[in-house]
């Protein structure tokens, strides 16, 4: 039987270098957090049955996104910070009589995929190692903890930057942060722990000396590509990070034959699927979870919220907002809308200018609307939510829609037309 996981997510972490009130791990990447990226990458690997989140700076506001958005995951206070072997640390009484493996991460490393935690988690499970650290080949290793081997290229020591030899420091194989430990036979390592180094910190890298001191074997394992172990530290790295997980996904919907106009101007989030044949135009910029059919025409300056499943040959046209709404096959909307909250059956038309007015501020509450199959809406119309426009039924241009409309019925709000004859001439009197 296959050894159970559970993992440590250390996020207590001040992270100074943002200039910001927020945590480092809250903030976001395509409207997701950083943490959140973390978590779905242990959880997408199918292996972990429980996360376990440090938090320290910012506690309550990360605990609130970790409980709101994560049945399998809980938080655990570090208070005061002092290193990130005392942030694992208090996972201990947790975990206390686990019989599995324990793979701990940095909760700020929003590239590393569940693909290759797998392929980590299954290089330890080969091995009969008590100890697998994940390491990572990088030009410039400046700042991260080295890789430290002995004459036979077994791992003997990671040693920190502020603590490394002239000699170290030029070693190019660095410390991802990430581990996976035997938890019966590593734990007690813990216990041991002291700060007596550079930093004064308790460091977690120091389960290494002691897995080794204690005639049990620690092995590394490199990542294939050292971009995924990337931590975020500034809003520069923030905006760099952005940017792999854009190219990245954006290839991969190109090979999967999506048509992309203009990949330097378009932005899809990693939980947006899209069929083939698609084709998104320029400035268009795609966040949260979509599913987009096969033939539709998104753009150019397209914004889809989250929540959007469109079928297929919809079109999306330009300066057009959508946000949960499912729209069905062959309908148009195709300029200046905004569609919310909504569910648009199929052949609907959608005139330039629509809203779906879906919020009341005072109350805070949103509405649906659903409009149905060959409905058509005139321009500059605006539907109250909530609101059902029938089947076939046409709205007048500049309508304020604010009751239910049957189907096959015209739905007209107009003040009437007057016109006033030579007007031009009697102003100039
Ligand atoms: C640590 C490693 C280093 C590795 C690097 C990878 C140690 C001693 N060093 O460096 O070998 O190359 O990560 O990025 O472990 N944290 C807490 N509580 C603390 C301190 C840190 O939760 O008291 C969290 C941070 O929020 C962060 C993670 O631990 O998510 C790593 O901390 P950070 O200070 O960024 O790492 P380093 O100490 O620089
Ligand atoms: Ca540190």
């Given at each position: 039987m296959e050894r159970k996981i559970k993992s440590i997510i250390l996020a207590?972490?001040?992270?100074?270098?943002?200039?910001?009130?927020?945590?480092?791990?809250?903030h976001t990447i395509f409207n997701k957090e950083l943490l959140g990226y973390v978590l779905d990458a242990v959880n997408n690997t199918?292996?972990?049955q429980e996360n376990i989140v440090i938090v320290g700076h910012q506690a309550e506001a990360v605990e609130e996104y970790v409980t709101k958005n994560y049945d399998n995951a809980k938080c655990r206070l570090q208070s005061?910070?002092?290193?990130t072997g005392h942030a694992a640390f208090q996972a201990y009484e947790d975990l206390k009589g686990f019989d599995g493996d324990v793979l701990i991460l940095n909760g700020?490393?929003?590239?590393?995929?569940a693909e290759s935690l797998k392929k980590f988690i299954e290089a330890h499970r080969k091995s009969d190692a008590a100890l697998t650290v994940m390491s990572a080949i990088f030009d410039d290793p400046t700042n991260y903890g080295r890789i430290v081997r002995d004459e036979k290229g077994n791992l003997k020591a990671i040693v920190e930057e502020k603590d490394a030899l002239d000699a170290q420091k030029k070693?190019?194989?660095?410390?991802?942060g990430g581990y996976l430990l035997n938890w019966e036979k590593v734990s007690p390592s813990f216990l041991e722990m002291?700060?007596?180094n550079a930093q004064h910190e308790y460091y977690l890298t120091d389960i290494v000396k002691w897995t080794i001191k204690h005639g049990l074997k620690a092995q590394s394992y490199v990542l294939e590509?050292?971009?995924?172990s990337f931590g975020i530290n500034s809003k520069k790295q923030l905006a760099q990070a952005a940017k792999v997980l854009k190219e990245r996904v954006l290839d991969k919907l190109l090979a999967e034959g999506v048509t992309i106009v203009d990949p330097d101007t378009t932005y899809i989030s990693p939980e947006t699927e899209i069929e083939p044949d698609t084709i998104i135009y320029p400035c268009t910029y795609i966040e949260g979870k979509n599913k987009i059919g096969k033939n539709c025409k998104i753009g150019p300056f397209a914004r889809i919220r989250g929540g959007v499943e469109l079928g297929e040959f919809v079109k999306i046209g330009n300066f057009v907002e959508i946000k949960k709404s499912k729209i069905d096959a062959h309908t148009n909307v195709s300029h200046l809308s905004y569609i919310g909250d909504s569910s648009l059956g199929s052949n609907v038309n959608i005139g330039a200018?629509?809203?779906?007015?879906?919020?009341?501020?005072?109350?805070?509450e949103k509405f649906q609307t659903v409009i149905d199959d060959g409905a058509s809406t005139g321009s500059n119309s605006v539907i109250v939510a909530p609101a059902h426009i029938g089947e076939n039924a046409s709205i007048g241009a500049g309508s304020v829609i604010s009751k239910d409309v049957e189907s096959n019925a015209l739905a007209l709000t107009r003040a009437p037309l007057k016109i006033f004859k030579n007007w031009f001439e009697k102003l100039k009197k």
């Open positions: 207590a972490g001040k992270g100074t270098r943002m200039k910001s009130e927020k945590s480092k791990v809250l199918g292996m972990a005061p910070q002092l290193g700020d490393i929003p590239l590393l995929t070693i190019k194989e660095i410390n991802t002291t700060s007596d590509n050292n971009e995924e200018g629509t809203i779906t007015a879906n919020y009341n501020h005072i109350t805070k």
